[in-house]
């Protein structure tokens, strides 16, 4: 069975910081692979996905995303945060037969101004 | 162009008994796919919709059905409430092919007492 795993729960920094998200999945076979932000009082939405290709994929907002197949993993970075990247984040994968998702338990960001 | 919006927002039931909840999909969108995501947790799927028929389910019991309609709205029922089916439900649309981005709702919250 497919799972996810993300490795903070809780991640605290200060403006200007970097970031790093850790995911790894679990799945035997292609994957496609997706991070979701969800802003206080806001529903989910996609930060960037990986089907195929450069294994490095940019999403919005200055978020970038590094799929290791190796590895297992797809983690989140972004090189300086601000305070409007506080929120949650979720990895998730589906296979590429569905469009199903496959969500980690998510890991609250708070960035100190 | 609306998004997917849901109702209700929130809903209180007493334990066993049963609830709908409804859900739009954004305009173009053929397939609906519904999660619980329950308080510290990620969303964990729950099943999918796609020319009116459940094209997959996740690992929730019979409990737990659907509809779509031919318009792709969709309900989820549940029956027979227990108090962990507290949670947040999402709704998500999307088209029909592997890896195509979901859209989510704002959920509804359901609280069993």
């Known amino acids: 069975a497919q799972s996810v795993s993300q490795h903070n729960h809780h991640v605290i920094l200060s403006e200007a910081a970097s970031l790093e998200l850790g995911c790894n999945y679990s799945?035997?076979?292609?994957?496609?692979l997706f991070w979701y932000v969800q802003y206080p009082g806001q529903h989910l939405q996609l930060l960037l996905k990986?089907?195929?290709?450069?294994?490095l994929v940019k999403g919005i907002k200055g978020f970038e995303a590094e799929f290791i197949k190796s590895k297992f993993s797809f983690n989140l970075r972004k090189p300086s945060v601000q305070w409007s990247d506080t929120a949650e984040y979720f990895c998730?994968?589906?296979?590429?037969?569905?469009?199903?998702?496959?969500f980690g338990k998510g890991t609250t960001l708070s960035v100190s101004s | 162009d609306a998004g997917v919006t849901q109702s209700p927002t929130h809903l209180i039931k007493t334990r066993g008994q049963q609830v709908t909840l409804r859900c739009s999909p954004k305009?173009?969108?053929?397939?609906v796919s519904w999660y619980q995501q329950a308080l510290g947790q990620g969303p964990q799927f729950i099943f999918q919709?796609?020319?009116?028929?459940?094209?997959q389910r996740g690992n929730f019991p019979d409990r737990f059905s659907g509809h779509q309609f031919p318009n792709y709205s969709s309900e989820l029922n549940v029956n027979a409430l227990l108090l962990g089916d507290s949670a947040l439900y999402l709704c998500a649309s999307s088209l029909v092919q592997a890896g195509a981005e979901a859209f989510f709702g704002q959920g509804t919250r359901l609280t069993v007492v």
């Open positions: 919709y796609y020319e009116e028929e459940e094209r």
């Open positions: 799945y035997g076979g292609t994957v496609n």
């Open positions: 305009s173009g969108h053929d397939t």
């Open positions: 990986y089907f195929s290709g450069d294994p």
């Open positions: 998730a994968v589906s296979n590429q037969a569905g469009t199903a998702l496959i």
